[in-house]
């Protein structure tokens, strides 16, 4: 099994073999063979998922499994490199994906065990004649400078190890001669280049290479003007663009191809060639892998291996293959279609990790250092096992124990996630890598909405005029299409991420101005102008979310007696999932003692004190949904480590209320038992099955 990750053994095991060993061919981390899946065609695995799910850790591990073993590449198509074409560098003649099919092979071309470096002959004379396009006014160091680099990709070992020098020499020197002349300057560029190439052709292997490009539509089986074709093509933009990427990307496959014929080959290299693409959602991930797919279902055949890891759930491929990770643990059961490209991918969800992989993970993280019981079970909760944040939970508290370390200690806590980085609160560094940037500041705000219509009111409340509602149905497609869920009654679908947000709202001022006027925003928009109990749930969470819990405490106790007993505890879960951040006066100042008095609250600490308010029937009732209201509040908080004696307390409280329902007595019974169980397990509350007790009055 696998060093690092947790909760991927299906990928990585190798007793039975799991989908990487069974694709390449090699057990990971070892240059020993596995019997592979798919020998005629391989699927292209496309990893998907949100923010945080572990793609990149998936890729970057198989990336050290198979390094030296058998040629790997790994390439993140987020990074700087595929942004923008390098300085001078004219656009026409510079691509994202081919740049990045040069640095694949740059890494591709690298010795592994038992065999040598692998030669991209027709990649680089494709390369060459796509940059020679940009040549018309450069000079004669920067066109040494590209032409070095992409002959670089035909040395076949470190006795060559000048030749690419002498070729970039002649190449520029020719190149510069053609340019000064008269005439058509990039035509003469062209032709002076791919002059040079020829003359450095010079095994049979090379020779058949040199003729590749012979095939190109329209060559009229001259290779040259196949190149020539490819250049203008790749000049033009557009479709014509496409074209031309699509052959260069069939020149790396047919090189890595002709890499591994032969007897020779066959005997020296055990195991697929793999190429691992991350962030695949931005360019050059998209081109790339239509070009694959589309010459897979056109028959043009490949046995490289490709991992990529996509954003969101891969809607743009339509006919692809959908499989959980567990199913994958032995076989695939992949068949492609053959009048659909996509059909070619199979598309991997990434599961959230389970309690007991954050149990493991918290503990290495922790090491000897005294881990409170309720943490690991608690980061759960609060994570939703989103492998990042645990991580990020886990390291938080190996640098802050044996501190404070409840969830928002660990969050609002500064962390130093690398040691030449300063420290930043961990909400801060976990919305970094969850959230879009360029939308942070919105979502901050939305995070507290229900839907559209109450994003849209907090929109024309607290953001920016050019923020209007067409704006916040853009934002709500986009979280959608990272592949955040949609859940109904929040506008932010994941409760960790949304619980960020909300975290990050509370802190955006000293005073917390925006925080109260966004729950202020909301209270009046579920005002009580067609009052229903849906919107009476939203206003008064919204109350409580402020800290004002006497309208809740009074709706919950006059709808006891009427509301069945299903809706009511519905009701009772969602207002008592409202936020919570230490108690403020009416100004927005923060109290001086700052303490959690929920569970003093909730144990009835506070009974002797507390006023019941004027022309309340029945007093006991209203103090026990106090009681009620506040050990929910405090035991579904996610930012708290559950408390044993509140939990009890919950039990007693729905006992009692069970005894005053008999119509709803085995709903509240049941209540009264997995509601604590849930706290201490570290789950949200579940709503109790009905199961045969319908006729109770319990639906």
Same mark, same amino acid.
């Given at each position: 099994?696998?060093?690092?990750?947790?909760?991927?053994?299906?990928?990585?095991?190798?007793?039975?073999?799991?989908?990487?060993?069974?694709?390449?061919?090699?057990?990971?981390?070892?240059?020993?063979?596995?019997?592979?899946?798919?020998?005629?065609?391989?699927?292209?695995?496309?990893?998907?998922?949100?923010?945080?799910?572990?793609?990149?850790?998936?890729?970057?591990?198989?990336?050290?499994?198979?390094?030296?073993? /058998?040629?790997?590449?790994?390439?993140?198509?987020? !990074?700087?490199?595929?942004?923008?074409?390098?300085?001078?560098?004219?656009?026409?003649?510079?691509?994202?994906?081919?740049?990045?099919?040069?640095?694949?092979?740059?890494?591709?071309?690298?010795?592994?065990?038992?065999?040598?470096?692998?030669?991209?002959?027709?990649?680089?004379?494709?390369?060459?004649?796509?940059?020679?396009?940009?040549?018309? *006014?450069?000079?004669?160091?920067?066109?040494?400078?590209?032409?070095?680099?992409?002959?670089?990709?035909?040395?076949?070992?470190?006795?060559?190890?000048?030749?690419?020098?002498?070729?970039?020499?002649?190449?520029?020197?020719?190149?510069?001669?053609?340019?000064?002349?008269?005439?058509?300057?990039? /035509?003469?560029?062209?032709?002076?280049?791919?002059?040079?190439?020829?003359?450095?052709?010079?095994?049979?292997?090379?020779?058949?290479?040199?003729?590749?490009?012979?095939?190109?539509?329209?060559?009229?089986?001259?290779?040259?003007?196949?190149?020539?074709?490819?250049?203008?093509?790749?000049?033009?933009?557009?479709?014509?663009?496409?074209?031309?990427?699509?052959?260069? $990307?069939?020149?790396?496959?047919?090189?890595?191809?002709?890499?591994?014929?032969? $007897?020779?080959?066959?005997?020296?290299?055990?195991?697929?060639?793999?190429?691992?693409?991350?962030?695949?959602? %931005?360019?050059?991930?998209?081109?790339?892998?239509?070009?694959?797919?589309?010459?897979?279902?056109?028959?043009?055949?490949?046995?490289?291996?490709?991992?990529?890891?996509?954003?969101?759930?891969?809607?743009?491929?339509?006919?692809?293959?959908?499989?959980?990770?567990?199913?994958?643990?032995?076989?695939?059961?992949?068949?492609? *279609?053959?009048?659909?490209?996509?059909?070619?991918?199979?598309?991997?969800?990434?599961?959230?990790?389970?309690?007991?992989?954050?149990?493991?993970?918290?503990?290495?993280?922790?090491?000897?250092?005294?881990?409170?019981?309720?943490?690991?079970?608690?980061?759960?909760?609060?994570?939703?096992?989103?492998?990042?944040?645990?991580?990020?939970?886990?390291?938080?508290?190996?640098?802050?124990?044996?501190?404070?370390?409840?969830?928002?200690?660990?969050?609002?806590?500064?962390?130093?996630?690398?040691? *030449?980085?300063?420290?930043?609160?961990?909400?801060?560094?976990?919305?970094?890598?969850?959230?879009?940037?360029?939308?942070?500041?919105?979502?901050?705000?939305?995070?507290?909405?229900?839907?559209?219509?109450?994003?849209?009111?907090?929109?024309?409340?607290?953001?920016?005029?050019?923020?209007?509602? !067409?704006?916040?149905?853009?934002?709500?497609?986009?979280?959608?299409?990272?592949?955040?869920?949609?859940?109904?009654?929040?506008?932010?679908?994941?409760?960790?991420?949304?619980?960020?947000?909300?975290?990050?709202?509370?802190?955006?001022?000293?005073?917390?101005?925006?925080?109260?006027?966004?729950?202020?925003?909301?209270?009046?928009?579920?005002?009580?102008?067609?009052?229903?109990?849906?919107?009476?749930?939203?206003?008064?969470?919204?109350?409580?979310?402020?800290?004002?819990?006497?309208?809740?405490?009074?709706?919950?106790?006059?709808?006891?007696?009427?509301?069945?007993?299903?809706?009511?505890?519905?009701?009772?879960?969602?207002?008592?999932?409202?936020?919570?951040?230490?108690? %403020?006066?009416?100004?927005?100042?923060?109290?001086?003692?700052?303490?959690?008095?929920?569970?003093?609250?909730?144990?009835?600490?506070?009974?002797?004190?507390?006023?019941?308010?004027?022309?309340?029937?029945?007093?006991?009732?209203?103090?026990? $949904?106090?009681?009620?209201?506040?050990?929910?509040?405090?035991?579904?908080?996610?930012?708290?480590?559950?408390?044993?004696?509140?939990?009890?307390?919950?039990?007693?409280?729905?006992?009692?209320?069970?005894?005053?329902?008999?119509?709803?007595?085995?709903?509240?019974?049941?209540?009264?038992?997995?509601?604590?169980?849930?706290?201490?397990?570290?789950?949200?509350?579940?709503?109790?099955?009905?199961?045969?007790?319908? %006729?109770?009055?319990?639906?």
């Amino acid at each position: 099994m696998h060093r690092r990750l947790h909760g991927r053994g299906a990928l990585f095991g190798t007793d039975p073999p799991g989908l990487a060993p069974r694709l390449v061919g090699l057990r990971p981390h070892q240059h020993r063979a596995v019997a592979v899946e798919h020998p005629r065609e391989v699927p292209f695995v496309v990893l998907t998922g949100a923010r945080g799910l572990g793609k990149s850790a998936v890729l970057e591990e198989l990336r050290d499994a198979y390094r030296g073993h /058998t040629p790997v590449a790994l390439v993140d198509c987020a !990074a700087s490199e595929f942004a923008a074409p390098p300085s001078g560098r004219p656009a026409e003649a510079w691509s994202p994906l081919a740049q990045a099919l040069l640095v694949v092979a740059e890494q591709l071309a690298a010795p592994v065990t038992g065999a040598g470096r692998i030669q991209f002959p027709r990649l680089m004379s494709g390369l060459v004649a796509v940059a020679a396009g940009g040549w018309g *006014d450069a000079d004669s160091e920067r066109i040494r400078s590209e032409v070095e680099r992409i002959l670089l990709l035909n040395e076949s070992g470190s006795w060559l190890s000048g030749l690419a020098g002498r070729w970039a020499g002649k190449v520029a020197a020719n190149v510069v001669t053609a340019v000064s002349g008269t005439g058509q300057l990039l /035509t003469a560029a062209i032709e002076a280049t791919l002059d040079s190439l020829s003359e450095g052709f010079g095994n049979r292997r090379h020779q058949r290479a040199s003729l590749w490009y012979q095939d190109y539509p329209n060559a009229g089986g001259h290779a040259r003007r196949g190149l020539m074709l490819l250049s203008g093509h790749f000049r033009a933009g557009g479709t014509s663009r496409l074209h031309a990427e699509r052959y260069l $990307v069939r020149a790396l496959l047919a090189d890595l191809t002709d890499a591994y014929s032969g $007897v020779l080959p066959r005997m020296q290299r055990i195991g697929r060639p793999l190429v691992l693409v991350d962030n695949a959602q %931005h360019p050059p991930g998209p081109g790339l892998i239509d070009a694959v797919l589309r010459d897979r279902a056109d028959g043009i055949a490949d046995q490289v291996v490709f991992f990529a890891g996509l954003r969101g759930t891969g809607e743009f491929l339509r006919s692809a293959v959908r499989r959980e990770l567990s199913e994958l643990a032995r076989r695939t059961d992949w068949t492609p *279609d053959a009048g659909a490209p996509s059909s070619r991918a199979l598309l991997v969800s990434l599961p959230p990790l389970s309690p007991d992989d954050t149990l493991h993970i918290v503990g290495a993280a922790c090491g000897e250092l005294p881990v409170p019981p309720q943490l690991p079970h608690a980061t759960h909760r609060l994570t939703g096992g989103n492998p990042l944040g645990i991580t990020v939970l886990a390291e938080a508290a190996a640098q802050r124990l044996p501190g404070p370390a409840a969830p928002a200690e660990l969050l609002t806590g500064e962390i130093r996630l690398a040691q *030449d980085q300063p420290g930043a609160p961990a909400y801060r560094e976990l919305l970094d890598r969850l959230v879009p940037a360029d939308r942070l500041g919105e979502l901050t705000v939305l995070a507290a909405a229900h839907d559209y219509d109450s994003a849209c009111a907090l929109a024309d409340a607290l953001l920016s005029d050019d923020f209007g509602p !067409a704006d916040v149905r853009a934002l709500q497609t986009r979280l959608a299409d990272e592949g955040l869920p949609v859940t109904a009654g929040q506008f932010v679908g994941d409760p960790f991420v949304r619980t960020l947000l909300l975290l990050r709202l509370h802190h955006l001022d000293a005073d917390h101005a925006r925080w109260r006027q966004a729950h202020e925003t909301l209270i009046r928009h579920y005002g009580p102008d067609g009052d229903d109990a849906v919107r009476a749930g939203y206003r008064l969470h919204h109350h409580l979310a402020l800290g004002a819990d006497e309208s809740a405490i009074g709706y919950l106790r006059d709808a006891f007696p009427v509301l069945d007993t299903r809706t009511w505890l519905a009701t009772l879960r969602f207002v008592a999932g409202a936020p919570w951040f230490h108690a %403020h006066d009416d100004r927005g100042r923060d109290f001086t003692g700052r303490g959690d008095r929920r569970a003093a609250v909730a144990l009835g600490r506070t009974d002797a004190a507390y006023r019941v308010p004027d022309g309340v029937a029945d007093p006991t009732l209203h103090l026990r $949904v106090r009681r009620l209201l506040h050990a929910v509040w405090q035991l579904s908080d996610p930012l708290v480590l559950p408390d044993a004696t509140v939990c009890d307390r919950l039990r007693f409280e729905l006992e009692q209320l069970s005894n005053l329902r008999p119509a709803g007595n085995a709903l509240l019974w049941r209540a009264s038992r997995e509601w604590p169980e849930d706290a201490l397990a570290g789950r949200p509350p579940r709503l109790p099955e009905d199961d045969d007790d319908q %006729h109770l009055g319990g639906a």
